[in-house]
């Protein structure tokens, strides 16, 4: 790693075709999606692709096509988050091998209850660096269910160096980034924030240097990013606030299947089909997230037109 990575790192969709199988050619057309996108990087296996629905030979598999799709155009994270250290580590030199520049994960944790204590975590987290040897974003997620506290996280990043990347998204995000940034100092090397960038210009103000959004409109958002570290807040907010009802819409009305709606809308993809137990978007709410969409005319909604 030789520069910090900056900037907007969205996360890819997994495609499907109707019946649930997966649908390599449309994963590969969401890569080239993404790149003219301008997206700085790209992240695939997330819980936004979908990957507690996947196998994991098609975590495999889509992990291969994805990095020989992008072929180096820009740095891919590949996300390799398991309770169990043993296959987190599997999953992470894998991702080495096939070419991936950062990993993200969540910490170790199983259901509600299964948890690794502070230093079971750092041995978790070490052990992965060790093997994959490439930079870490640490996922700070409730899904994880786990608290992992500003001391805790500048302990890890100083016991584990390559942990150096930190994605929050909490309630009180922006909070949390700045205490991290101001505890952590040069081991915080790349403070992002996520879902879906609800709290974008909130967590900018606070010190992010980078955002990890869907993949819907990413086009939309980077000039936000790029406006604010030029200094120019108040076109970054003008931005931001067009912009800000389909985040909205998306984050509280639709979740992964927005990305999903634009893109078969736009031709990009074939299915906007979600594995089961997943539901299909209703029609009205999809139809209310399209009219939004149109009004904005994102790259998405054209692409494959």
């Known amino acids: 790693m030789t520069e910090a990575y900056k900037g907007i790192f969205p996360i890819a969709p997994t495609i499907f075709h109707d019946n649930g199988d997966l649908d390599i050619e449309g994963n590969k057309r969401v890569m080239d999606l993404m790149i003219d996108q301008g997206v700085d990087g790209i992240c695939i296996l997330a819980n936004y692709s979908e990957q507690f629905l996947l196998t994991d030979e098609e975590r495999h598999q889509v992990m291969l096509l994805s ?23 599997q999953r992470a030199k894998a991702a080495a091998d096939a070419g991936a520049k950062m990993l993200m994960m969540m910490p170790p944790y199983h259901g509600a209850l ?97 955002t990890m959004t869907s993949a819907m409109i990413p086009d939309l958002i980077k000039p936000i990013v790029t406006a604010h570290a030029a200094g120019d807040r108040k076109k970054a907010a003008a931005l931001y606030r067009d912009v800000l009802p389909i985040i909205n819409f998306e984050n509280r009305q639709c979740g992964l299947r927005a990305t999903k709606a634009l893109m078969k809308e736009g031709g990009v993809i074939k299915s906007e089909a979600v594995r089961h137990p997943l539901v299909p978007l209703h029609p009205k709410t999809r139809e209310g997230l399209i009219e939004l969409a149109r009004e904005l005319d994102p790259l998405a909604l054209r692409w494959g037109k």
Not at 72 to 83: D, K, L
Not at 129 to 141: M, T, W, Y
Not at 144 to 149: E, L, R, Y
Not at 156 to 174: D, H, M, R, S
Request: charged share 20%; aromatic share 4%.
């Open 67 to 89: 990095i020989e799709q992008v072929a180096g155009r820009v740095p891919v994270i590949v996300t390799t988050s398991h309770f169990s250290t043993r296959i987190a580590a």
């Open 114 to 210: 299964l948890k690794a204590d502070e230093d079971g975590m750092i041995e978790h987290f070490a052990h992965v660096a060790d093997v994959s040897g490439l930079p870490i974003i640490l996922q700070d997620a409730p899904l994880a269910g786990v608290n992992m506290s500003v001391p805790f996280m500048v302990r890890l990043a100083k016991a584990v160096p390559l942990v150096c990347y930190f994605k929050i998204e909490i309630a009180g995000t922006a909070n949390k980034l700045r205490a991290l940034i101001e505890a952590g100092g040069k081991a915080v090397v790349g403070p992002f924030d996520g879902e879906e960038a609800i709290t974008l210009m909130a967590d900018l103000d606070a010190g992010a240097t980078g």
